[in-house]
């Protein structure tokens, strides 16, 4: 397998040109513009919302959550966030630090003594910094037959107990879903309680989050989009996934703006005491002092010379984007149905509606030119990177890539 390097995926660089803010009615109707571009690819629904200084000031919603029977993307329309659960975890795992009820640096057999550790010394905090060299089970060749299994906690850990480190726990940073499971894992031998009550009880509720959940597929959630992907030019329906496999890690569902709710809440203070928030958007810095731009379930990045910080999910069908900009007290949400990497990311949609709603100019286009067939040959494959597995694959003549 080759190895190439994989960059923060929401950091971006440019010029700076500052200009007069935009009204809430020239933010919509750059959405409109941009939602209008990125269903044309094909996809199925986007659903989008805008805080400033913690009020909402844009929620619009597109295209569909569920083809086969005409259902519309509306406000209330519930989205597998994916991966931006482990910002959730992170900070549930930091409230039980602030209560006194467990150690950031502690090792994890402390809280789960079956953790596949293999006599390596692995912190809670390494857990959530994508530093403790845990192999991945997203990283194995049949992942993603497993992610249709309704695996318990004892059959994911047995996916990897015999698989060895990928390096020395605190030397280096890997993407790592089986650590972020072992994090939620943690949470329920420290509260005594099921992680998805636990955070339905002490964190979504308190906070008036009321579509979100940890959701599996046999649930019954209501307004829940369906995930569908691009195949052959079409929408076909994406890979049946029980979520039972992403656990903690992975199963969040919610609305966008229940993530605004979230992140406002952070912002003031409601989850976490200042410092334990600090400590979760803060680099993490591995043992020969290199700095990294994730924190504890945060990445970390800029736009433009605006800091910035948040994180993305994948998964079943669904690409998300969750990010805040700080210093601007400016948050966007970006869901989206469509798992296909061929058309406009959320991330992208993000930076054009963040753009927007700073008052910096448009990026530049990037021509997106064929590619030589001997360039789409040799350039083709499955790759290794620091967020996992990436396969390059040729399609109409251009490079795609994929992250399983």
């Not at 200084?53 to 619009?60: E, I, S, T």
């Not at 057999?109 to 997203?138: N, W």
């Not at 597929?217 to 052959?232: F, I, K, Q, S, T």
């Not at 067939?373 to 790759?383: I, R, V």
Request: net charge negative.
């Amino acid at each position: 397998m080759r190895r190439v390097l994989a960059a923060t995926i929401i950091c971006f660089c440019g010029a700076t040109a500052l200009a007069q803010l935009p009204t809430a009615e020239a933010l919509g109707n750059r959405m409109d513009a941009i939602a209008k571009q990125t269903l044309s690819r094909p996809g199925a629904g986007i659903s989008v919302a805008v805080a400033r200084d913690g009020q909402v000031v844009l929620v619009r919603s597109y295209g569909m959550a569920n083809l086969e029977h005409s259902v519309a993307v509306t406000p209330e329309t519930v989205f597998h966030v994916a991966s931006i659960s482990k910002n959730i975890l992170a900070a549930v795992v930091l409230q039980l630090v602030d209560e006194g009820k467990l150690q950031l640096d502690d090792d994890v057999t402390k809280y789960v003594p079956e953790a596949p550790t293999l006599g390596h010394h692995v912190t809670v905090r390494q857990l959530l910094s994508h530093t403790s060299g845990i192999y991945s089970f997203t990283s194995l060749p049949d992942a993603a037959n497993n992610e249709r299994l309704e695996l318990t906690h004892e059959q994911v850990l047995g996916l990897i107990k015999d698989k060895p480190f990928e390096f020395e726990p605190g030397t280096r940073w890997r993407y790592d879903n089986s650590a972020f499971y072992l994090a939620g894992m943690v949470v329920e031998r420290v509260t005594k309680q099921e992680y998805g009550a636990y955070v339905r009880e002490h964190v979504f509720k308190p906070l008036g989050m009321s579509s979100a959940s940890l959701c599996y597929a046999r649930m019954v959630v209501p307004h829940l989009a369906w995930g569908y992907e691009v195949e052959g030019g079409a929408l076909v329906n994406a890979a049946f996934m029980s979520w039972k496999l992403p656990f903690a890690a992975g199963a969040i569902c919610a609305t966008a703006t229940d993530l605004l709710k979230w992140e406002a809440a952070l912002d003031a203070g409601r989850v976490l005491t200042r410092s334990s928030l600090a400590l979760m958007r803060t680099p993490t810095t591995l043992a020969d002092g290199t700095k990294i731009d994730y924190g504890l379930g945060t990445r970390l990045g800029s736009l433009d010379g605006h800091r910035m910080l948040g994180h993305t999910g994948s998964g079943g069908g669904f690409r998300n984007v969750f990010e805040s900009f700080p210093d601007d007290h400016l948050t966007i949400v970006t869901l989206m149905n469509t798992g296909d990497a061929g058309s406009p990311s959320p991330v992208a949609i993000a930076a054009e509606i963040a753009r927007a709603a700073l008052g910096l100019a448009k990026k530049s286009t990037v021509l997106d030119l064929p590619v030589p067939n001997a360039e789409l040959a040799a350039l083709s494959g499955k790759y290794d990177s620091d967020e996992g597995p990436v396969e390059i694959f040729p399609h109409d003549g251009k490079l795609h890539f994929r992250i399983p």
